[in-house]
């Protein structure tokens, strides 16, 4: 079993920057992929950057240039770094962790970004 606790979501100006985190506990050894996703007004959950166990990251093209995912594999934690916010970022961040064919999610983030 994974827990999944989220922390950095706000309100921030278009242009600002927010940095989230994720981190995950339980029994656990070697997460395979740890992943962002989010989910804007009116539209479904949208996979935002993932990042597999020392592979490459992966975006949405919506945020190339942008975000940057980072994983601390030793203390299980992924991060998002979110800069040149823009109102479109709007929306629930969520993190998600695949492990063992089972998938996790936290309890989302708050990320609103203002005009």
């Known amino acids: 079993q994974v827990q999944l606790v989220e922390s950095g979501g706000g309100l921030v100006q278009g242009g600002g920057s927010l940095r989230l985190s994720c981190a995950a506990s339980?029994?656990?050894?070697?997460?395979?992929?740890m992943s962002w996703y989010r989910r804007r007004p009116g539209s479904q959950r949208e996979l935002v950057a993932n990042m597999r166990n020392f592979g490459p990251a992966t975006y949405a093209d919506s945020v190339k240039g942008r975000f940057t995912i980072s994983r601390d594999n030793a203390h299980e934690t992924v991060h998002l770094q979110m800069n040149s916010l823009k109102p479109e970022d709007t929306g629930v961040y969520y993190c998600?962790?695949?492990?063992?064919?089972?998938?996790?999610w936290g309890q989302g983030t708050q990320v609103t970004v203002s005009s």
């Open positions: 339980g029994t656990i050894f070697s997460i395979d992929t």
């Open positions: 998600h962790v695949l492990y063992r064919y089972e998938h996790y």
